[in-house]
């Protein structure tokens, strides 16, 4: 199994700043797609931004699209997500994810669909205060 560990969350004032890692030292960095998903206590996971790490193409959603960038540093096997200008409603547990082993996914075609998504870190939490 590919194992992730994302890190990094805390709480910030809102319009404030945080980076959030995901070691993914188990993904295949030739082939692999690694996204960043939240939760909210009664709502469905849902994406945020995910990476295809060779060809180093994203997906950013509308929600958080200019705030949030995804990145990737092979050498550290770990991909980041840098959250500028936090508002309230991004509060949420962050957790990151990698595709099925040996699919190839397009981020830019498909968006981050959580369906594709099958070997899932622990969450690090976001809070965000106004």
């Known amino acids: 199994d590919v194992q992730l560990q994302a890190s990094g969350g805390g709480l910030v004032q809102a319009g404030g700043s945080l980076r959030l890692s995901c070691d993914a030292s188990?993904?295949?960095?030739?082939?692999?797609?690694v996204g960043w998903f939240r939760q909210v206590p009664g709502k469905d996971r849902e994406g945020v931004s995910c990476i295809n790490i060779s060809e180093q193409t994203t997906h950013v959603e509308d929600s958080v699209k200019g705030r949030f960038t995804i990145s990737s540093d092979s050498a550290k096997s770990t991909v980041y997500l840098q959250m500028n200008n936090l508002k309230p409603e991004d509060t949420a547990v962050y957790y990151c994810?990698?595709?099925?082993?040996?699919?190839?996914?397009?981020?830019?075609?498909?968006?981050?669909?959580?369906?594709?998504?099958?070997?899932w870190g622990r969450g690090t939490l976001v809070t965000v205060s106004s």
């Open positions: 994810a990698s595709v099925m082993r040996g699919l190839y996914y397009d981020p830019i075609a498909y968006g981050c669909q959580r369906e594709a998504f099958d070997s």
């Open positions: 188990g993904v295949d960095w030739y082939t692999g797609t």
